[in-house]
T-cell receptor, first 113, second 112 residues
Framework: ETGVTQTPRHLVMGMTNKKSLKCEQH?????MYWYKQSAKKPLELMFV???????ENNSVPSRFSPECPNSSHLFLHLHTLQPEDSALYLC????????????FGPGTRLTVL | GEDVEQSLFLSVREGDSSVINCTYT??????LYWYKQEPGAGLQLLTY?????DMKQDQRLTVLLNKKDKHLSLRIADTQTGDSAIYFC????????????FGAGTRLAVHP
């Protein structure tokens, strides 16, 4: 596969469930990002990893836990979510240098019941 | 602070030109971007402009930058139904890593 892939594409979970979102990039990039897209706040940056080190945690609640085990993979672990966390979660990757293009995955549509 | 603003909706007739406007706040931004999001998909980079440029043209797309007013626009000539999408303006963050600040997105609707 090429580009940025995300799995699953759709996820429905209850508030007590634990699930994980996965992102994988095959572009040789060394920075990865999680964004949340919802009707209320169209595109919110959640986390930034540069060279596998987290460089930004944008006041995200602890029920969202990111993990970047290597430069090609990024996870978002979900635990005890709320209905207002329902949104499209987008992953992106780029070279770490400022100004380089970010490539986006297709997103995971998450619904919390 | 970091803020990028766009109007939320634009409706145009097929074949007309579309102009999507954006204002940003960080005068130290060196790159400004336009991304496109089609239904059910992630964002795709359409075009970008360096802050030392006033204009960039790429086929049907023209980007104009007014650095004094911190105003960016995207003009799509001969708009087609396939151009219907959400268009996001973004500026790069002035800090030490590659972070983008996005606007809320402009939904472009193209009708016959």
């Amino acid at each position: 596969e090429t580009g940025v892939t995300q799995t699953p594409r759709h996820l429905v979970m209850g508030m007590t469930n634990k699930k994980s979102l996965k992102c994988e990039q095959h572009l040789g990039h060394n920075a990865m990002y999680w964004y949340k897209q919802s009707a209320k706040k169209p595109l919110e940056l959640m986390f930034v990893y540069s060279l596998e080190e987290r460089v930004e945690n944008n006041s995200v609640p602890s029920r969202f836990s990111p993990e970047c085990p290597n430069s090609s993979h990024l996870f978002l672990h979900l635990h005890t979510l709320q209905p207002e966390d329902s949104a499209l979660y987008l992953c992106a990757s780029s070279h770490r240098d400022r100004g380089t293009e970010q490539f986006f995955g297709p997103g995971t549509r998450l619904t919390v019941l | 602070g970091e803020d990028v603003e766009q109007s939320l909706f634009l409706s145009v007739r097929e074949g007309d030109s579309s102009v999507i406007n954006c204002t940003y706040t960080d005068s130290s931004s060196t790159y400004l971007y336009w991304y496109k999001q089609e239904p059910g998909a992630g964002l795709q980079l359409l075009t970008y402009i360096f802050s030392n440029m006033d204009m960039k043209q790429d086929q049907r797309l023209t980007v104009l930058l007014n650095k004094k007013d911190k105003h960016l626009s995207l003009r799509i000539a001969d708009t087609q139904t396939g151009d219907s999408a959400i268009y996001f303006c973004a500026e790069n963050y002035a800090g030490g890593y590659n972070k983008l600040i996005f606007g809320a997105g402009t939904r472009l609707a193209v009708h016959p």
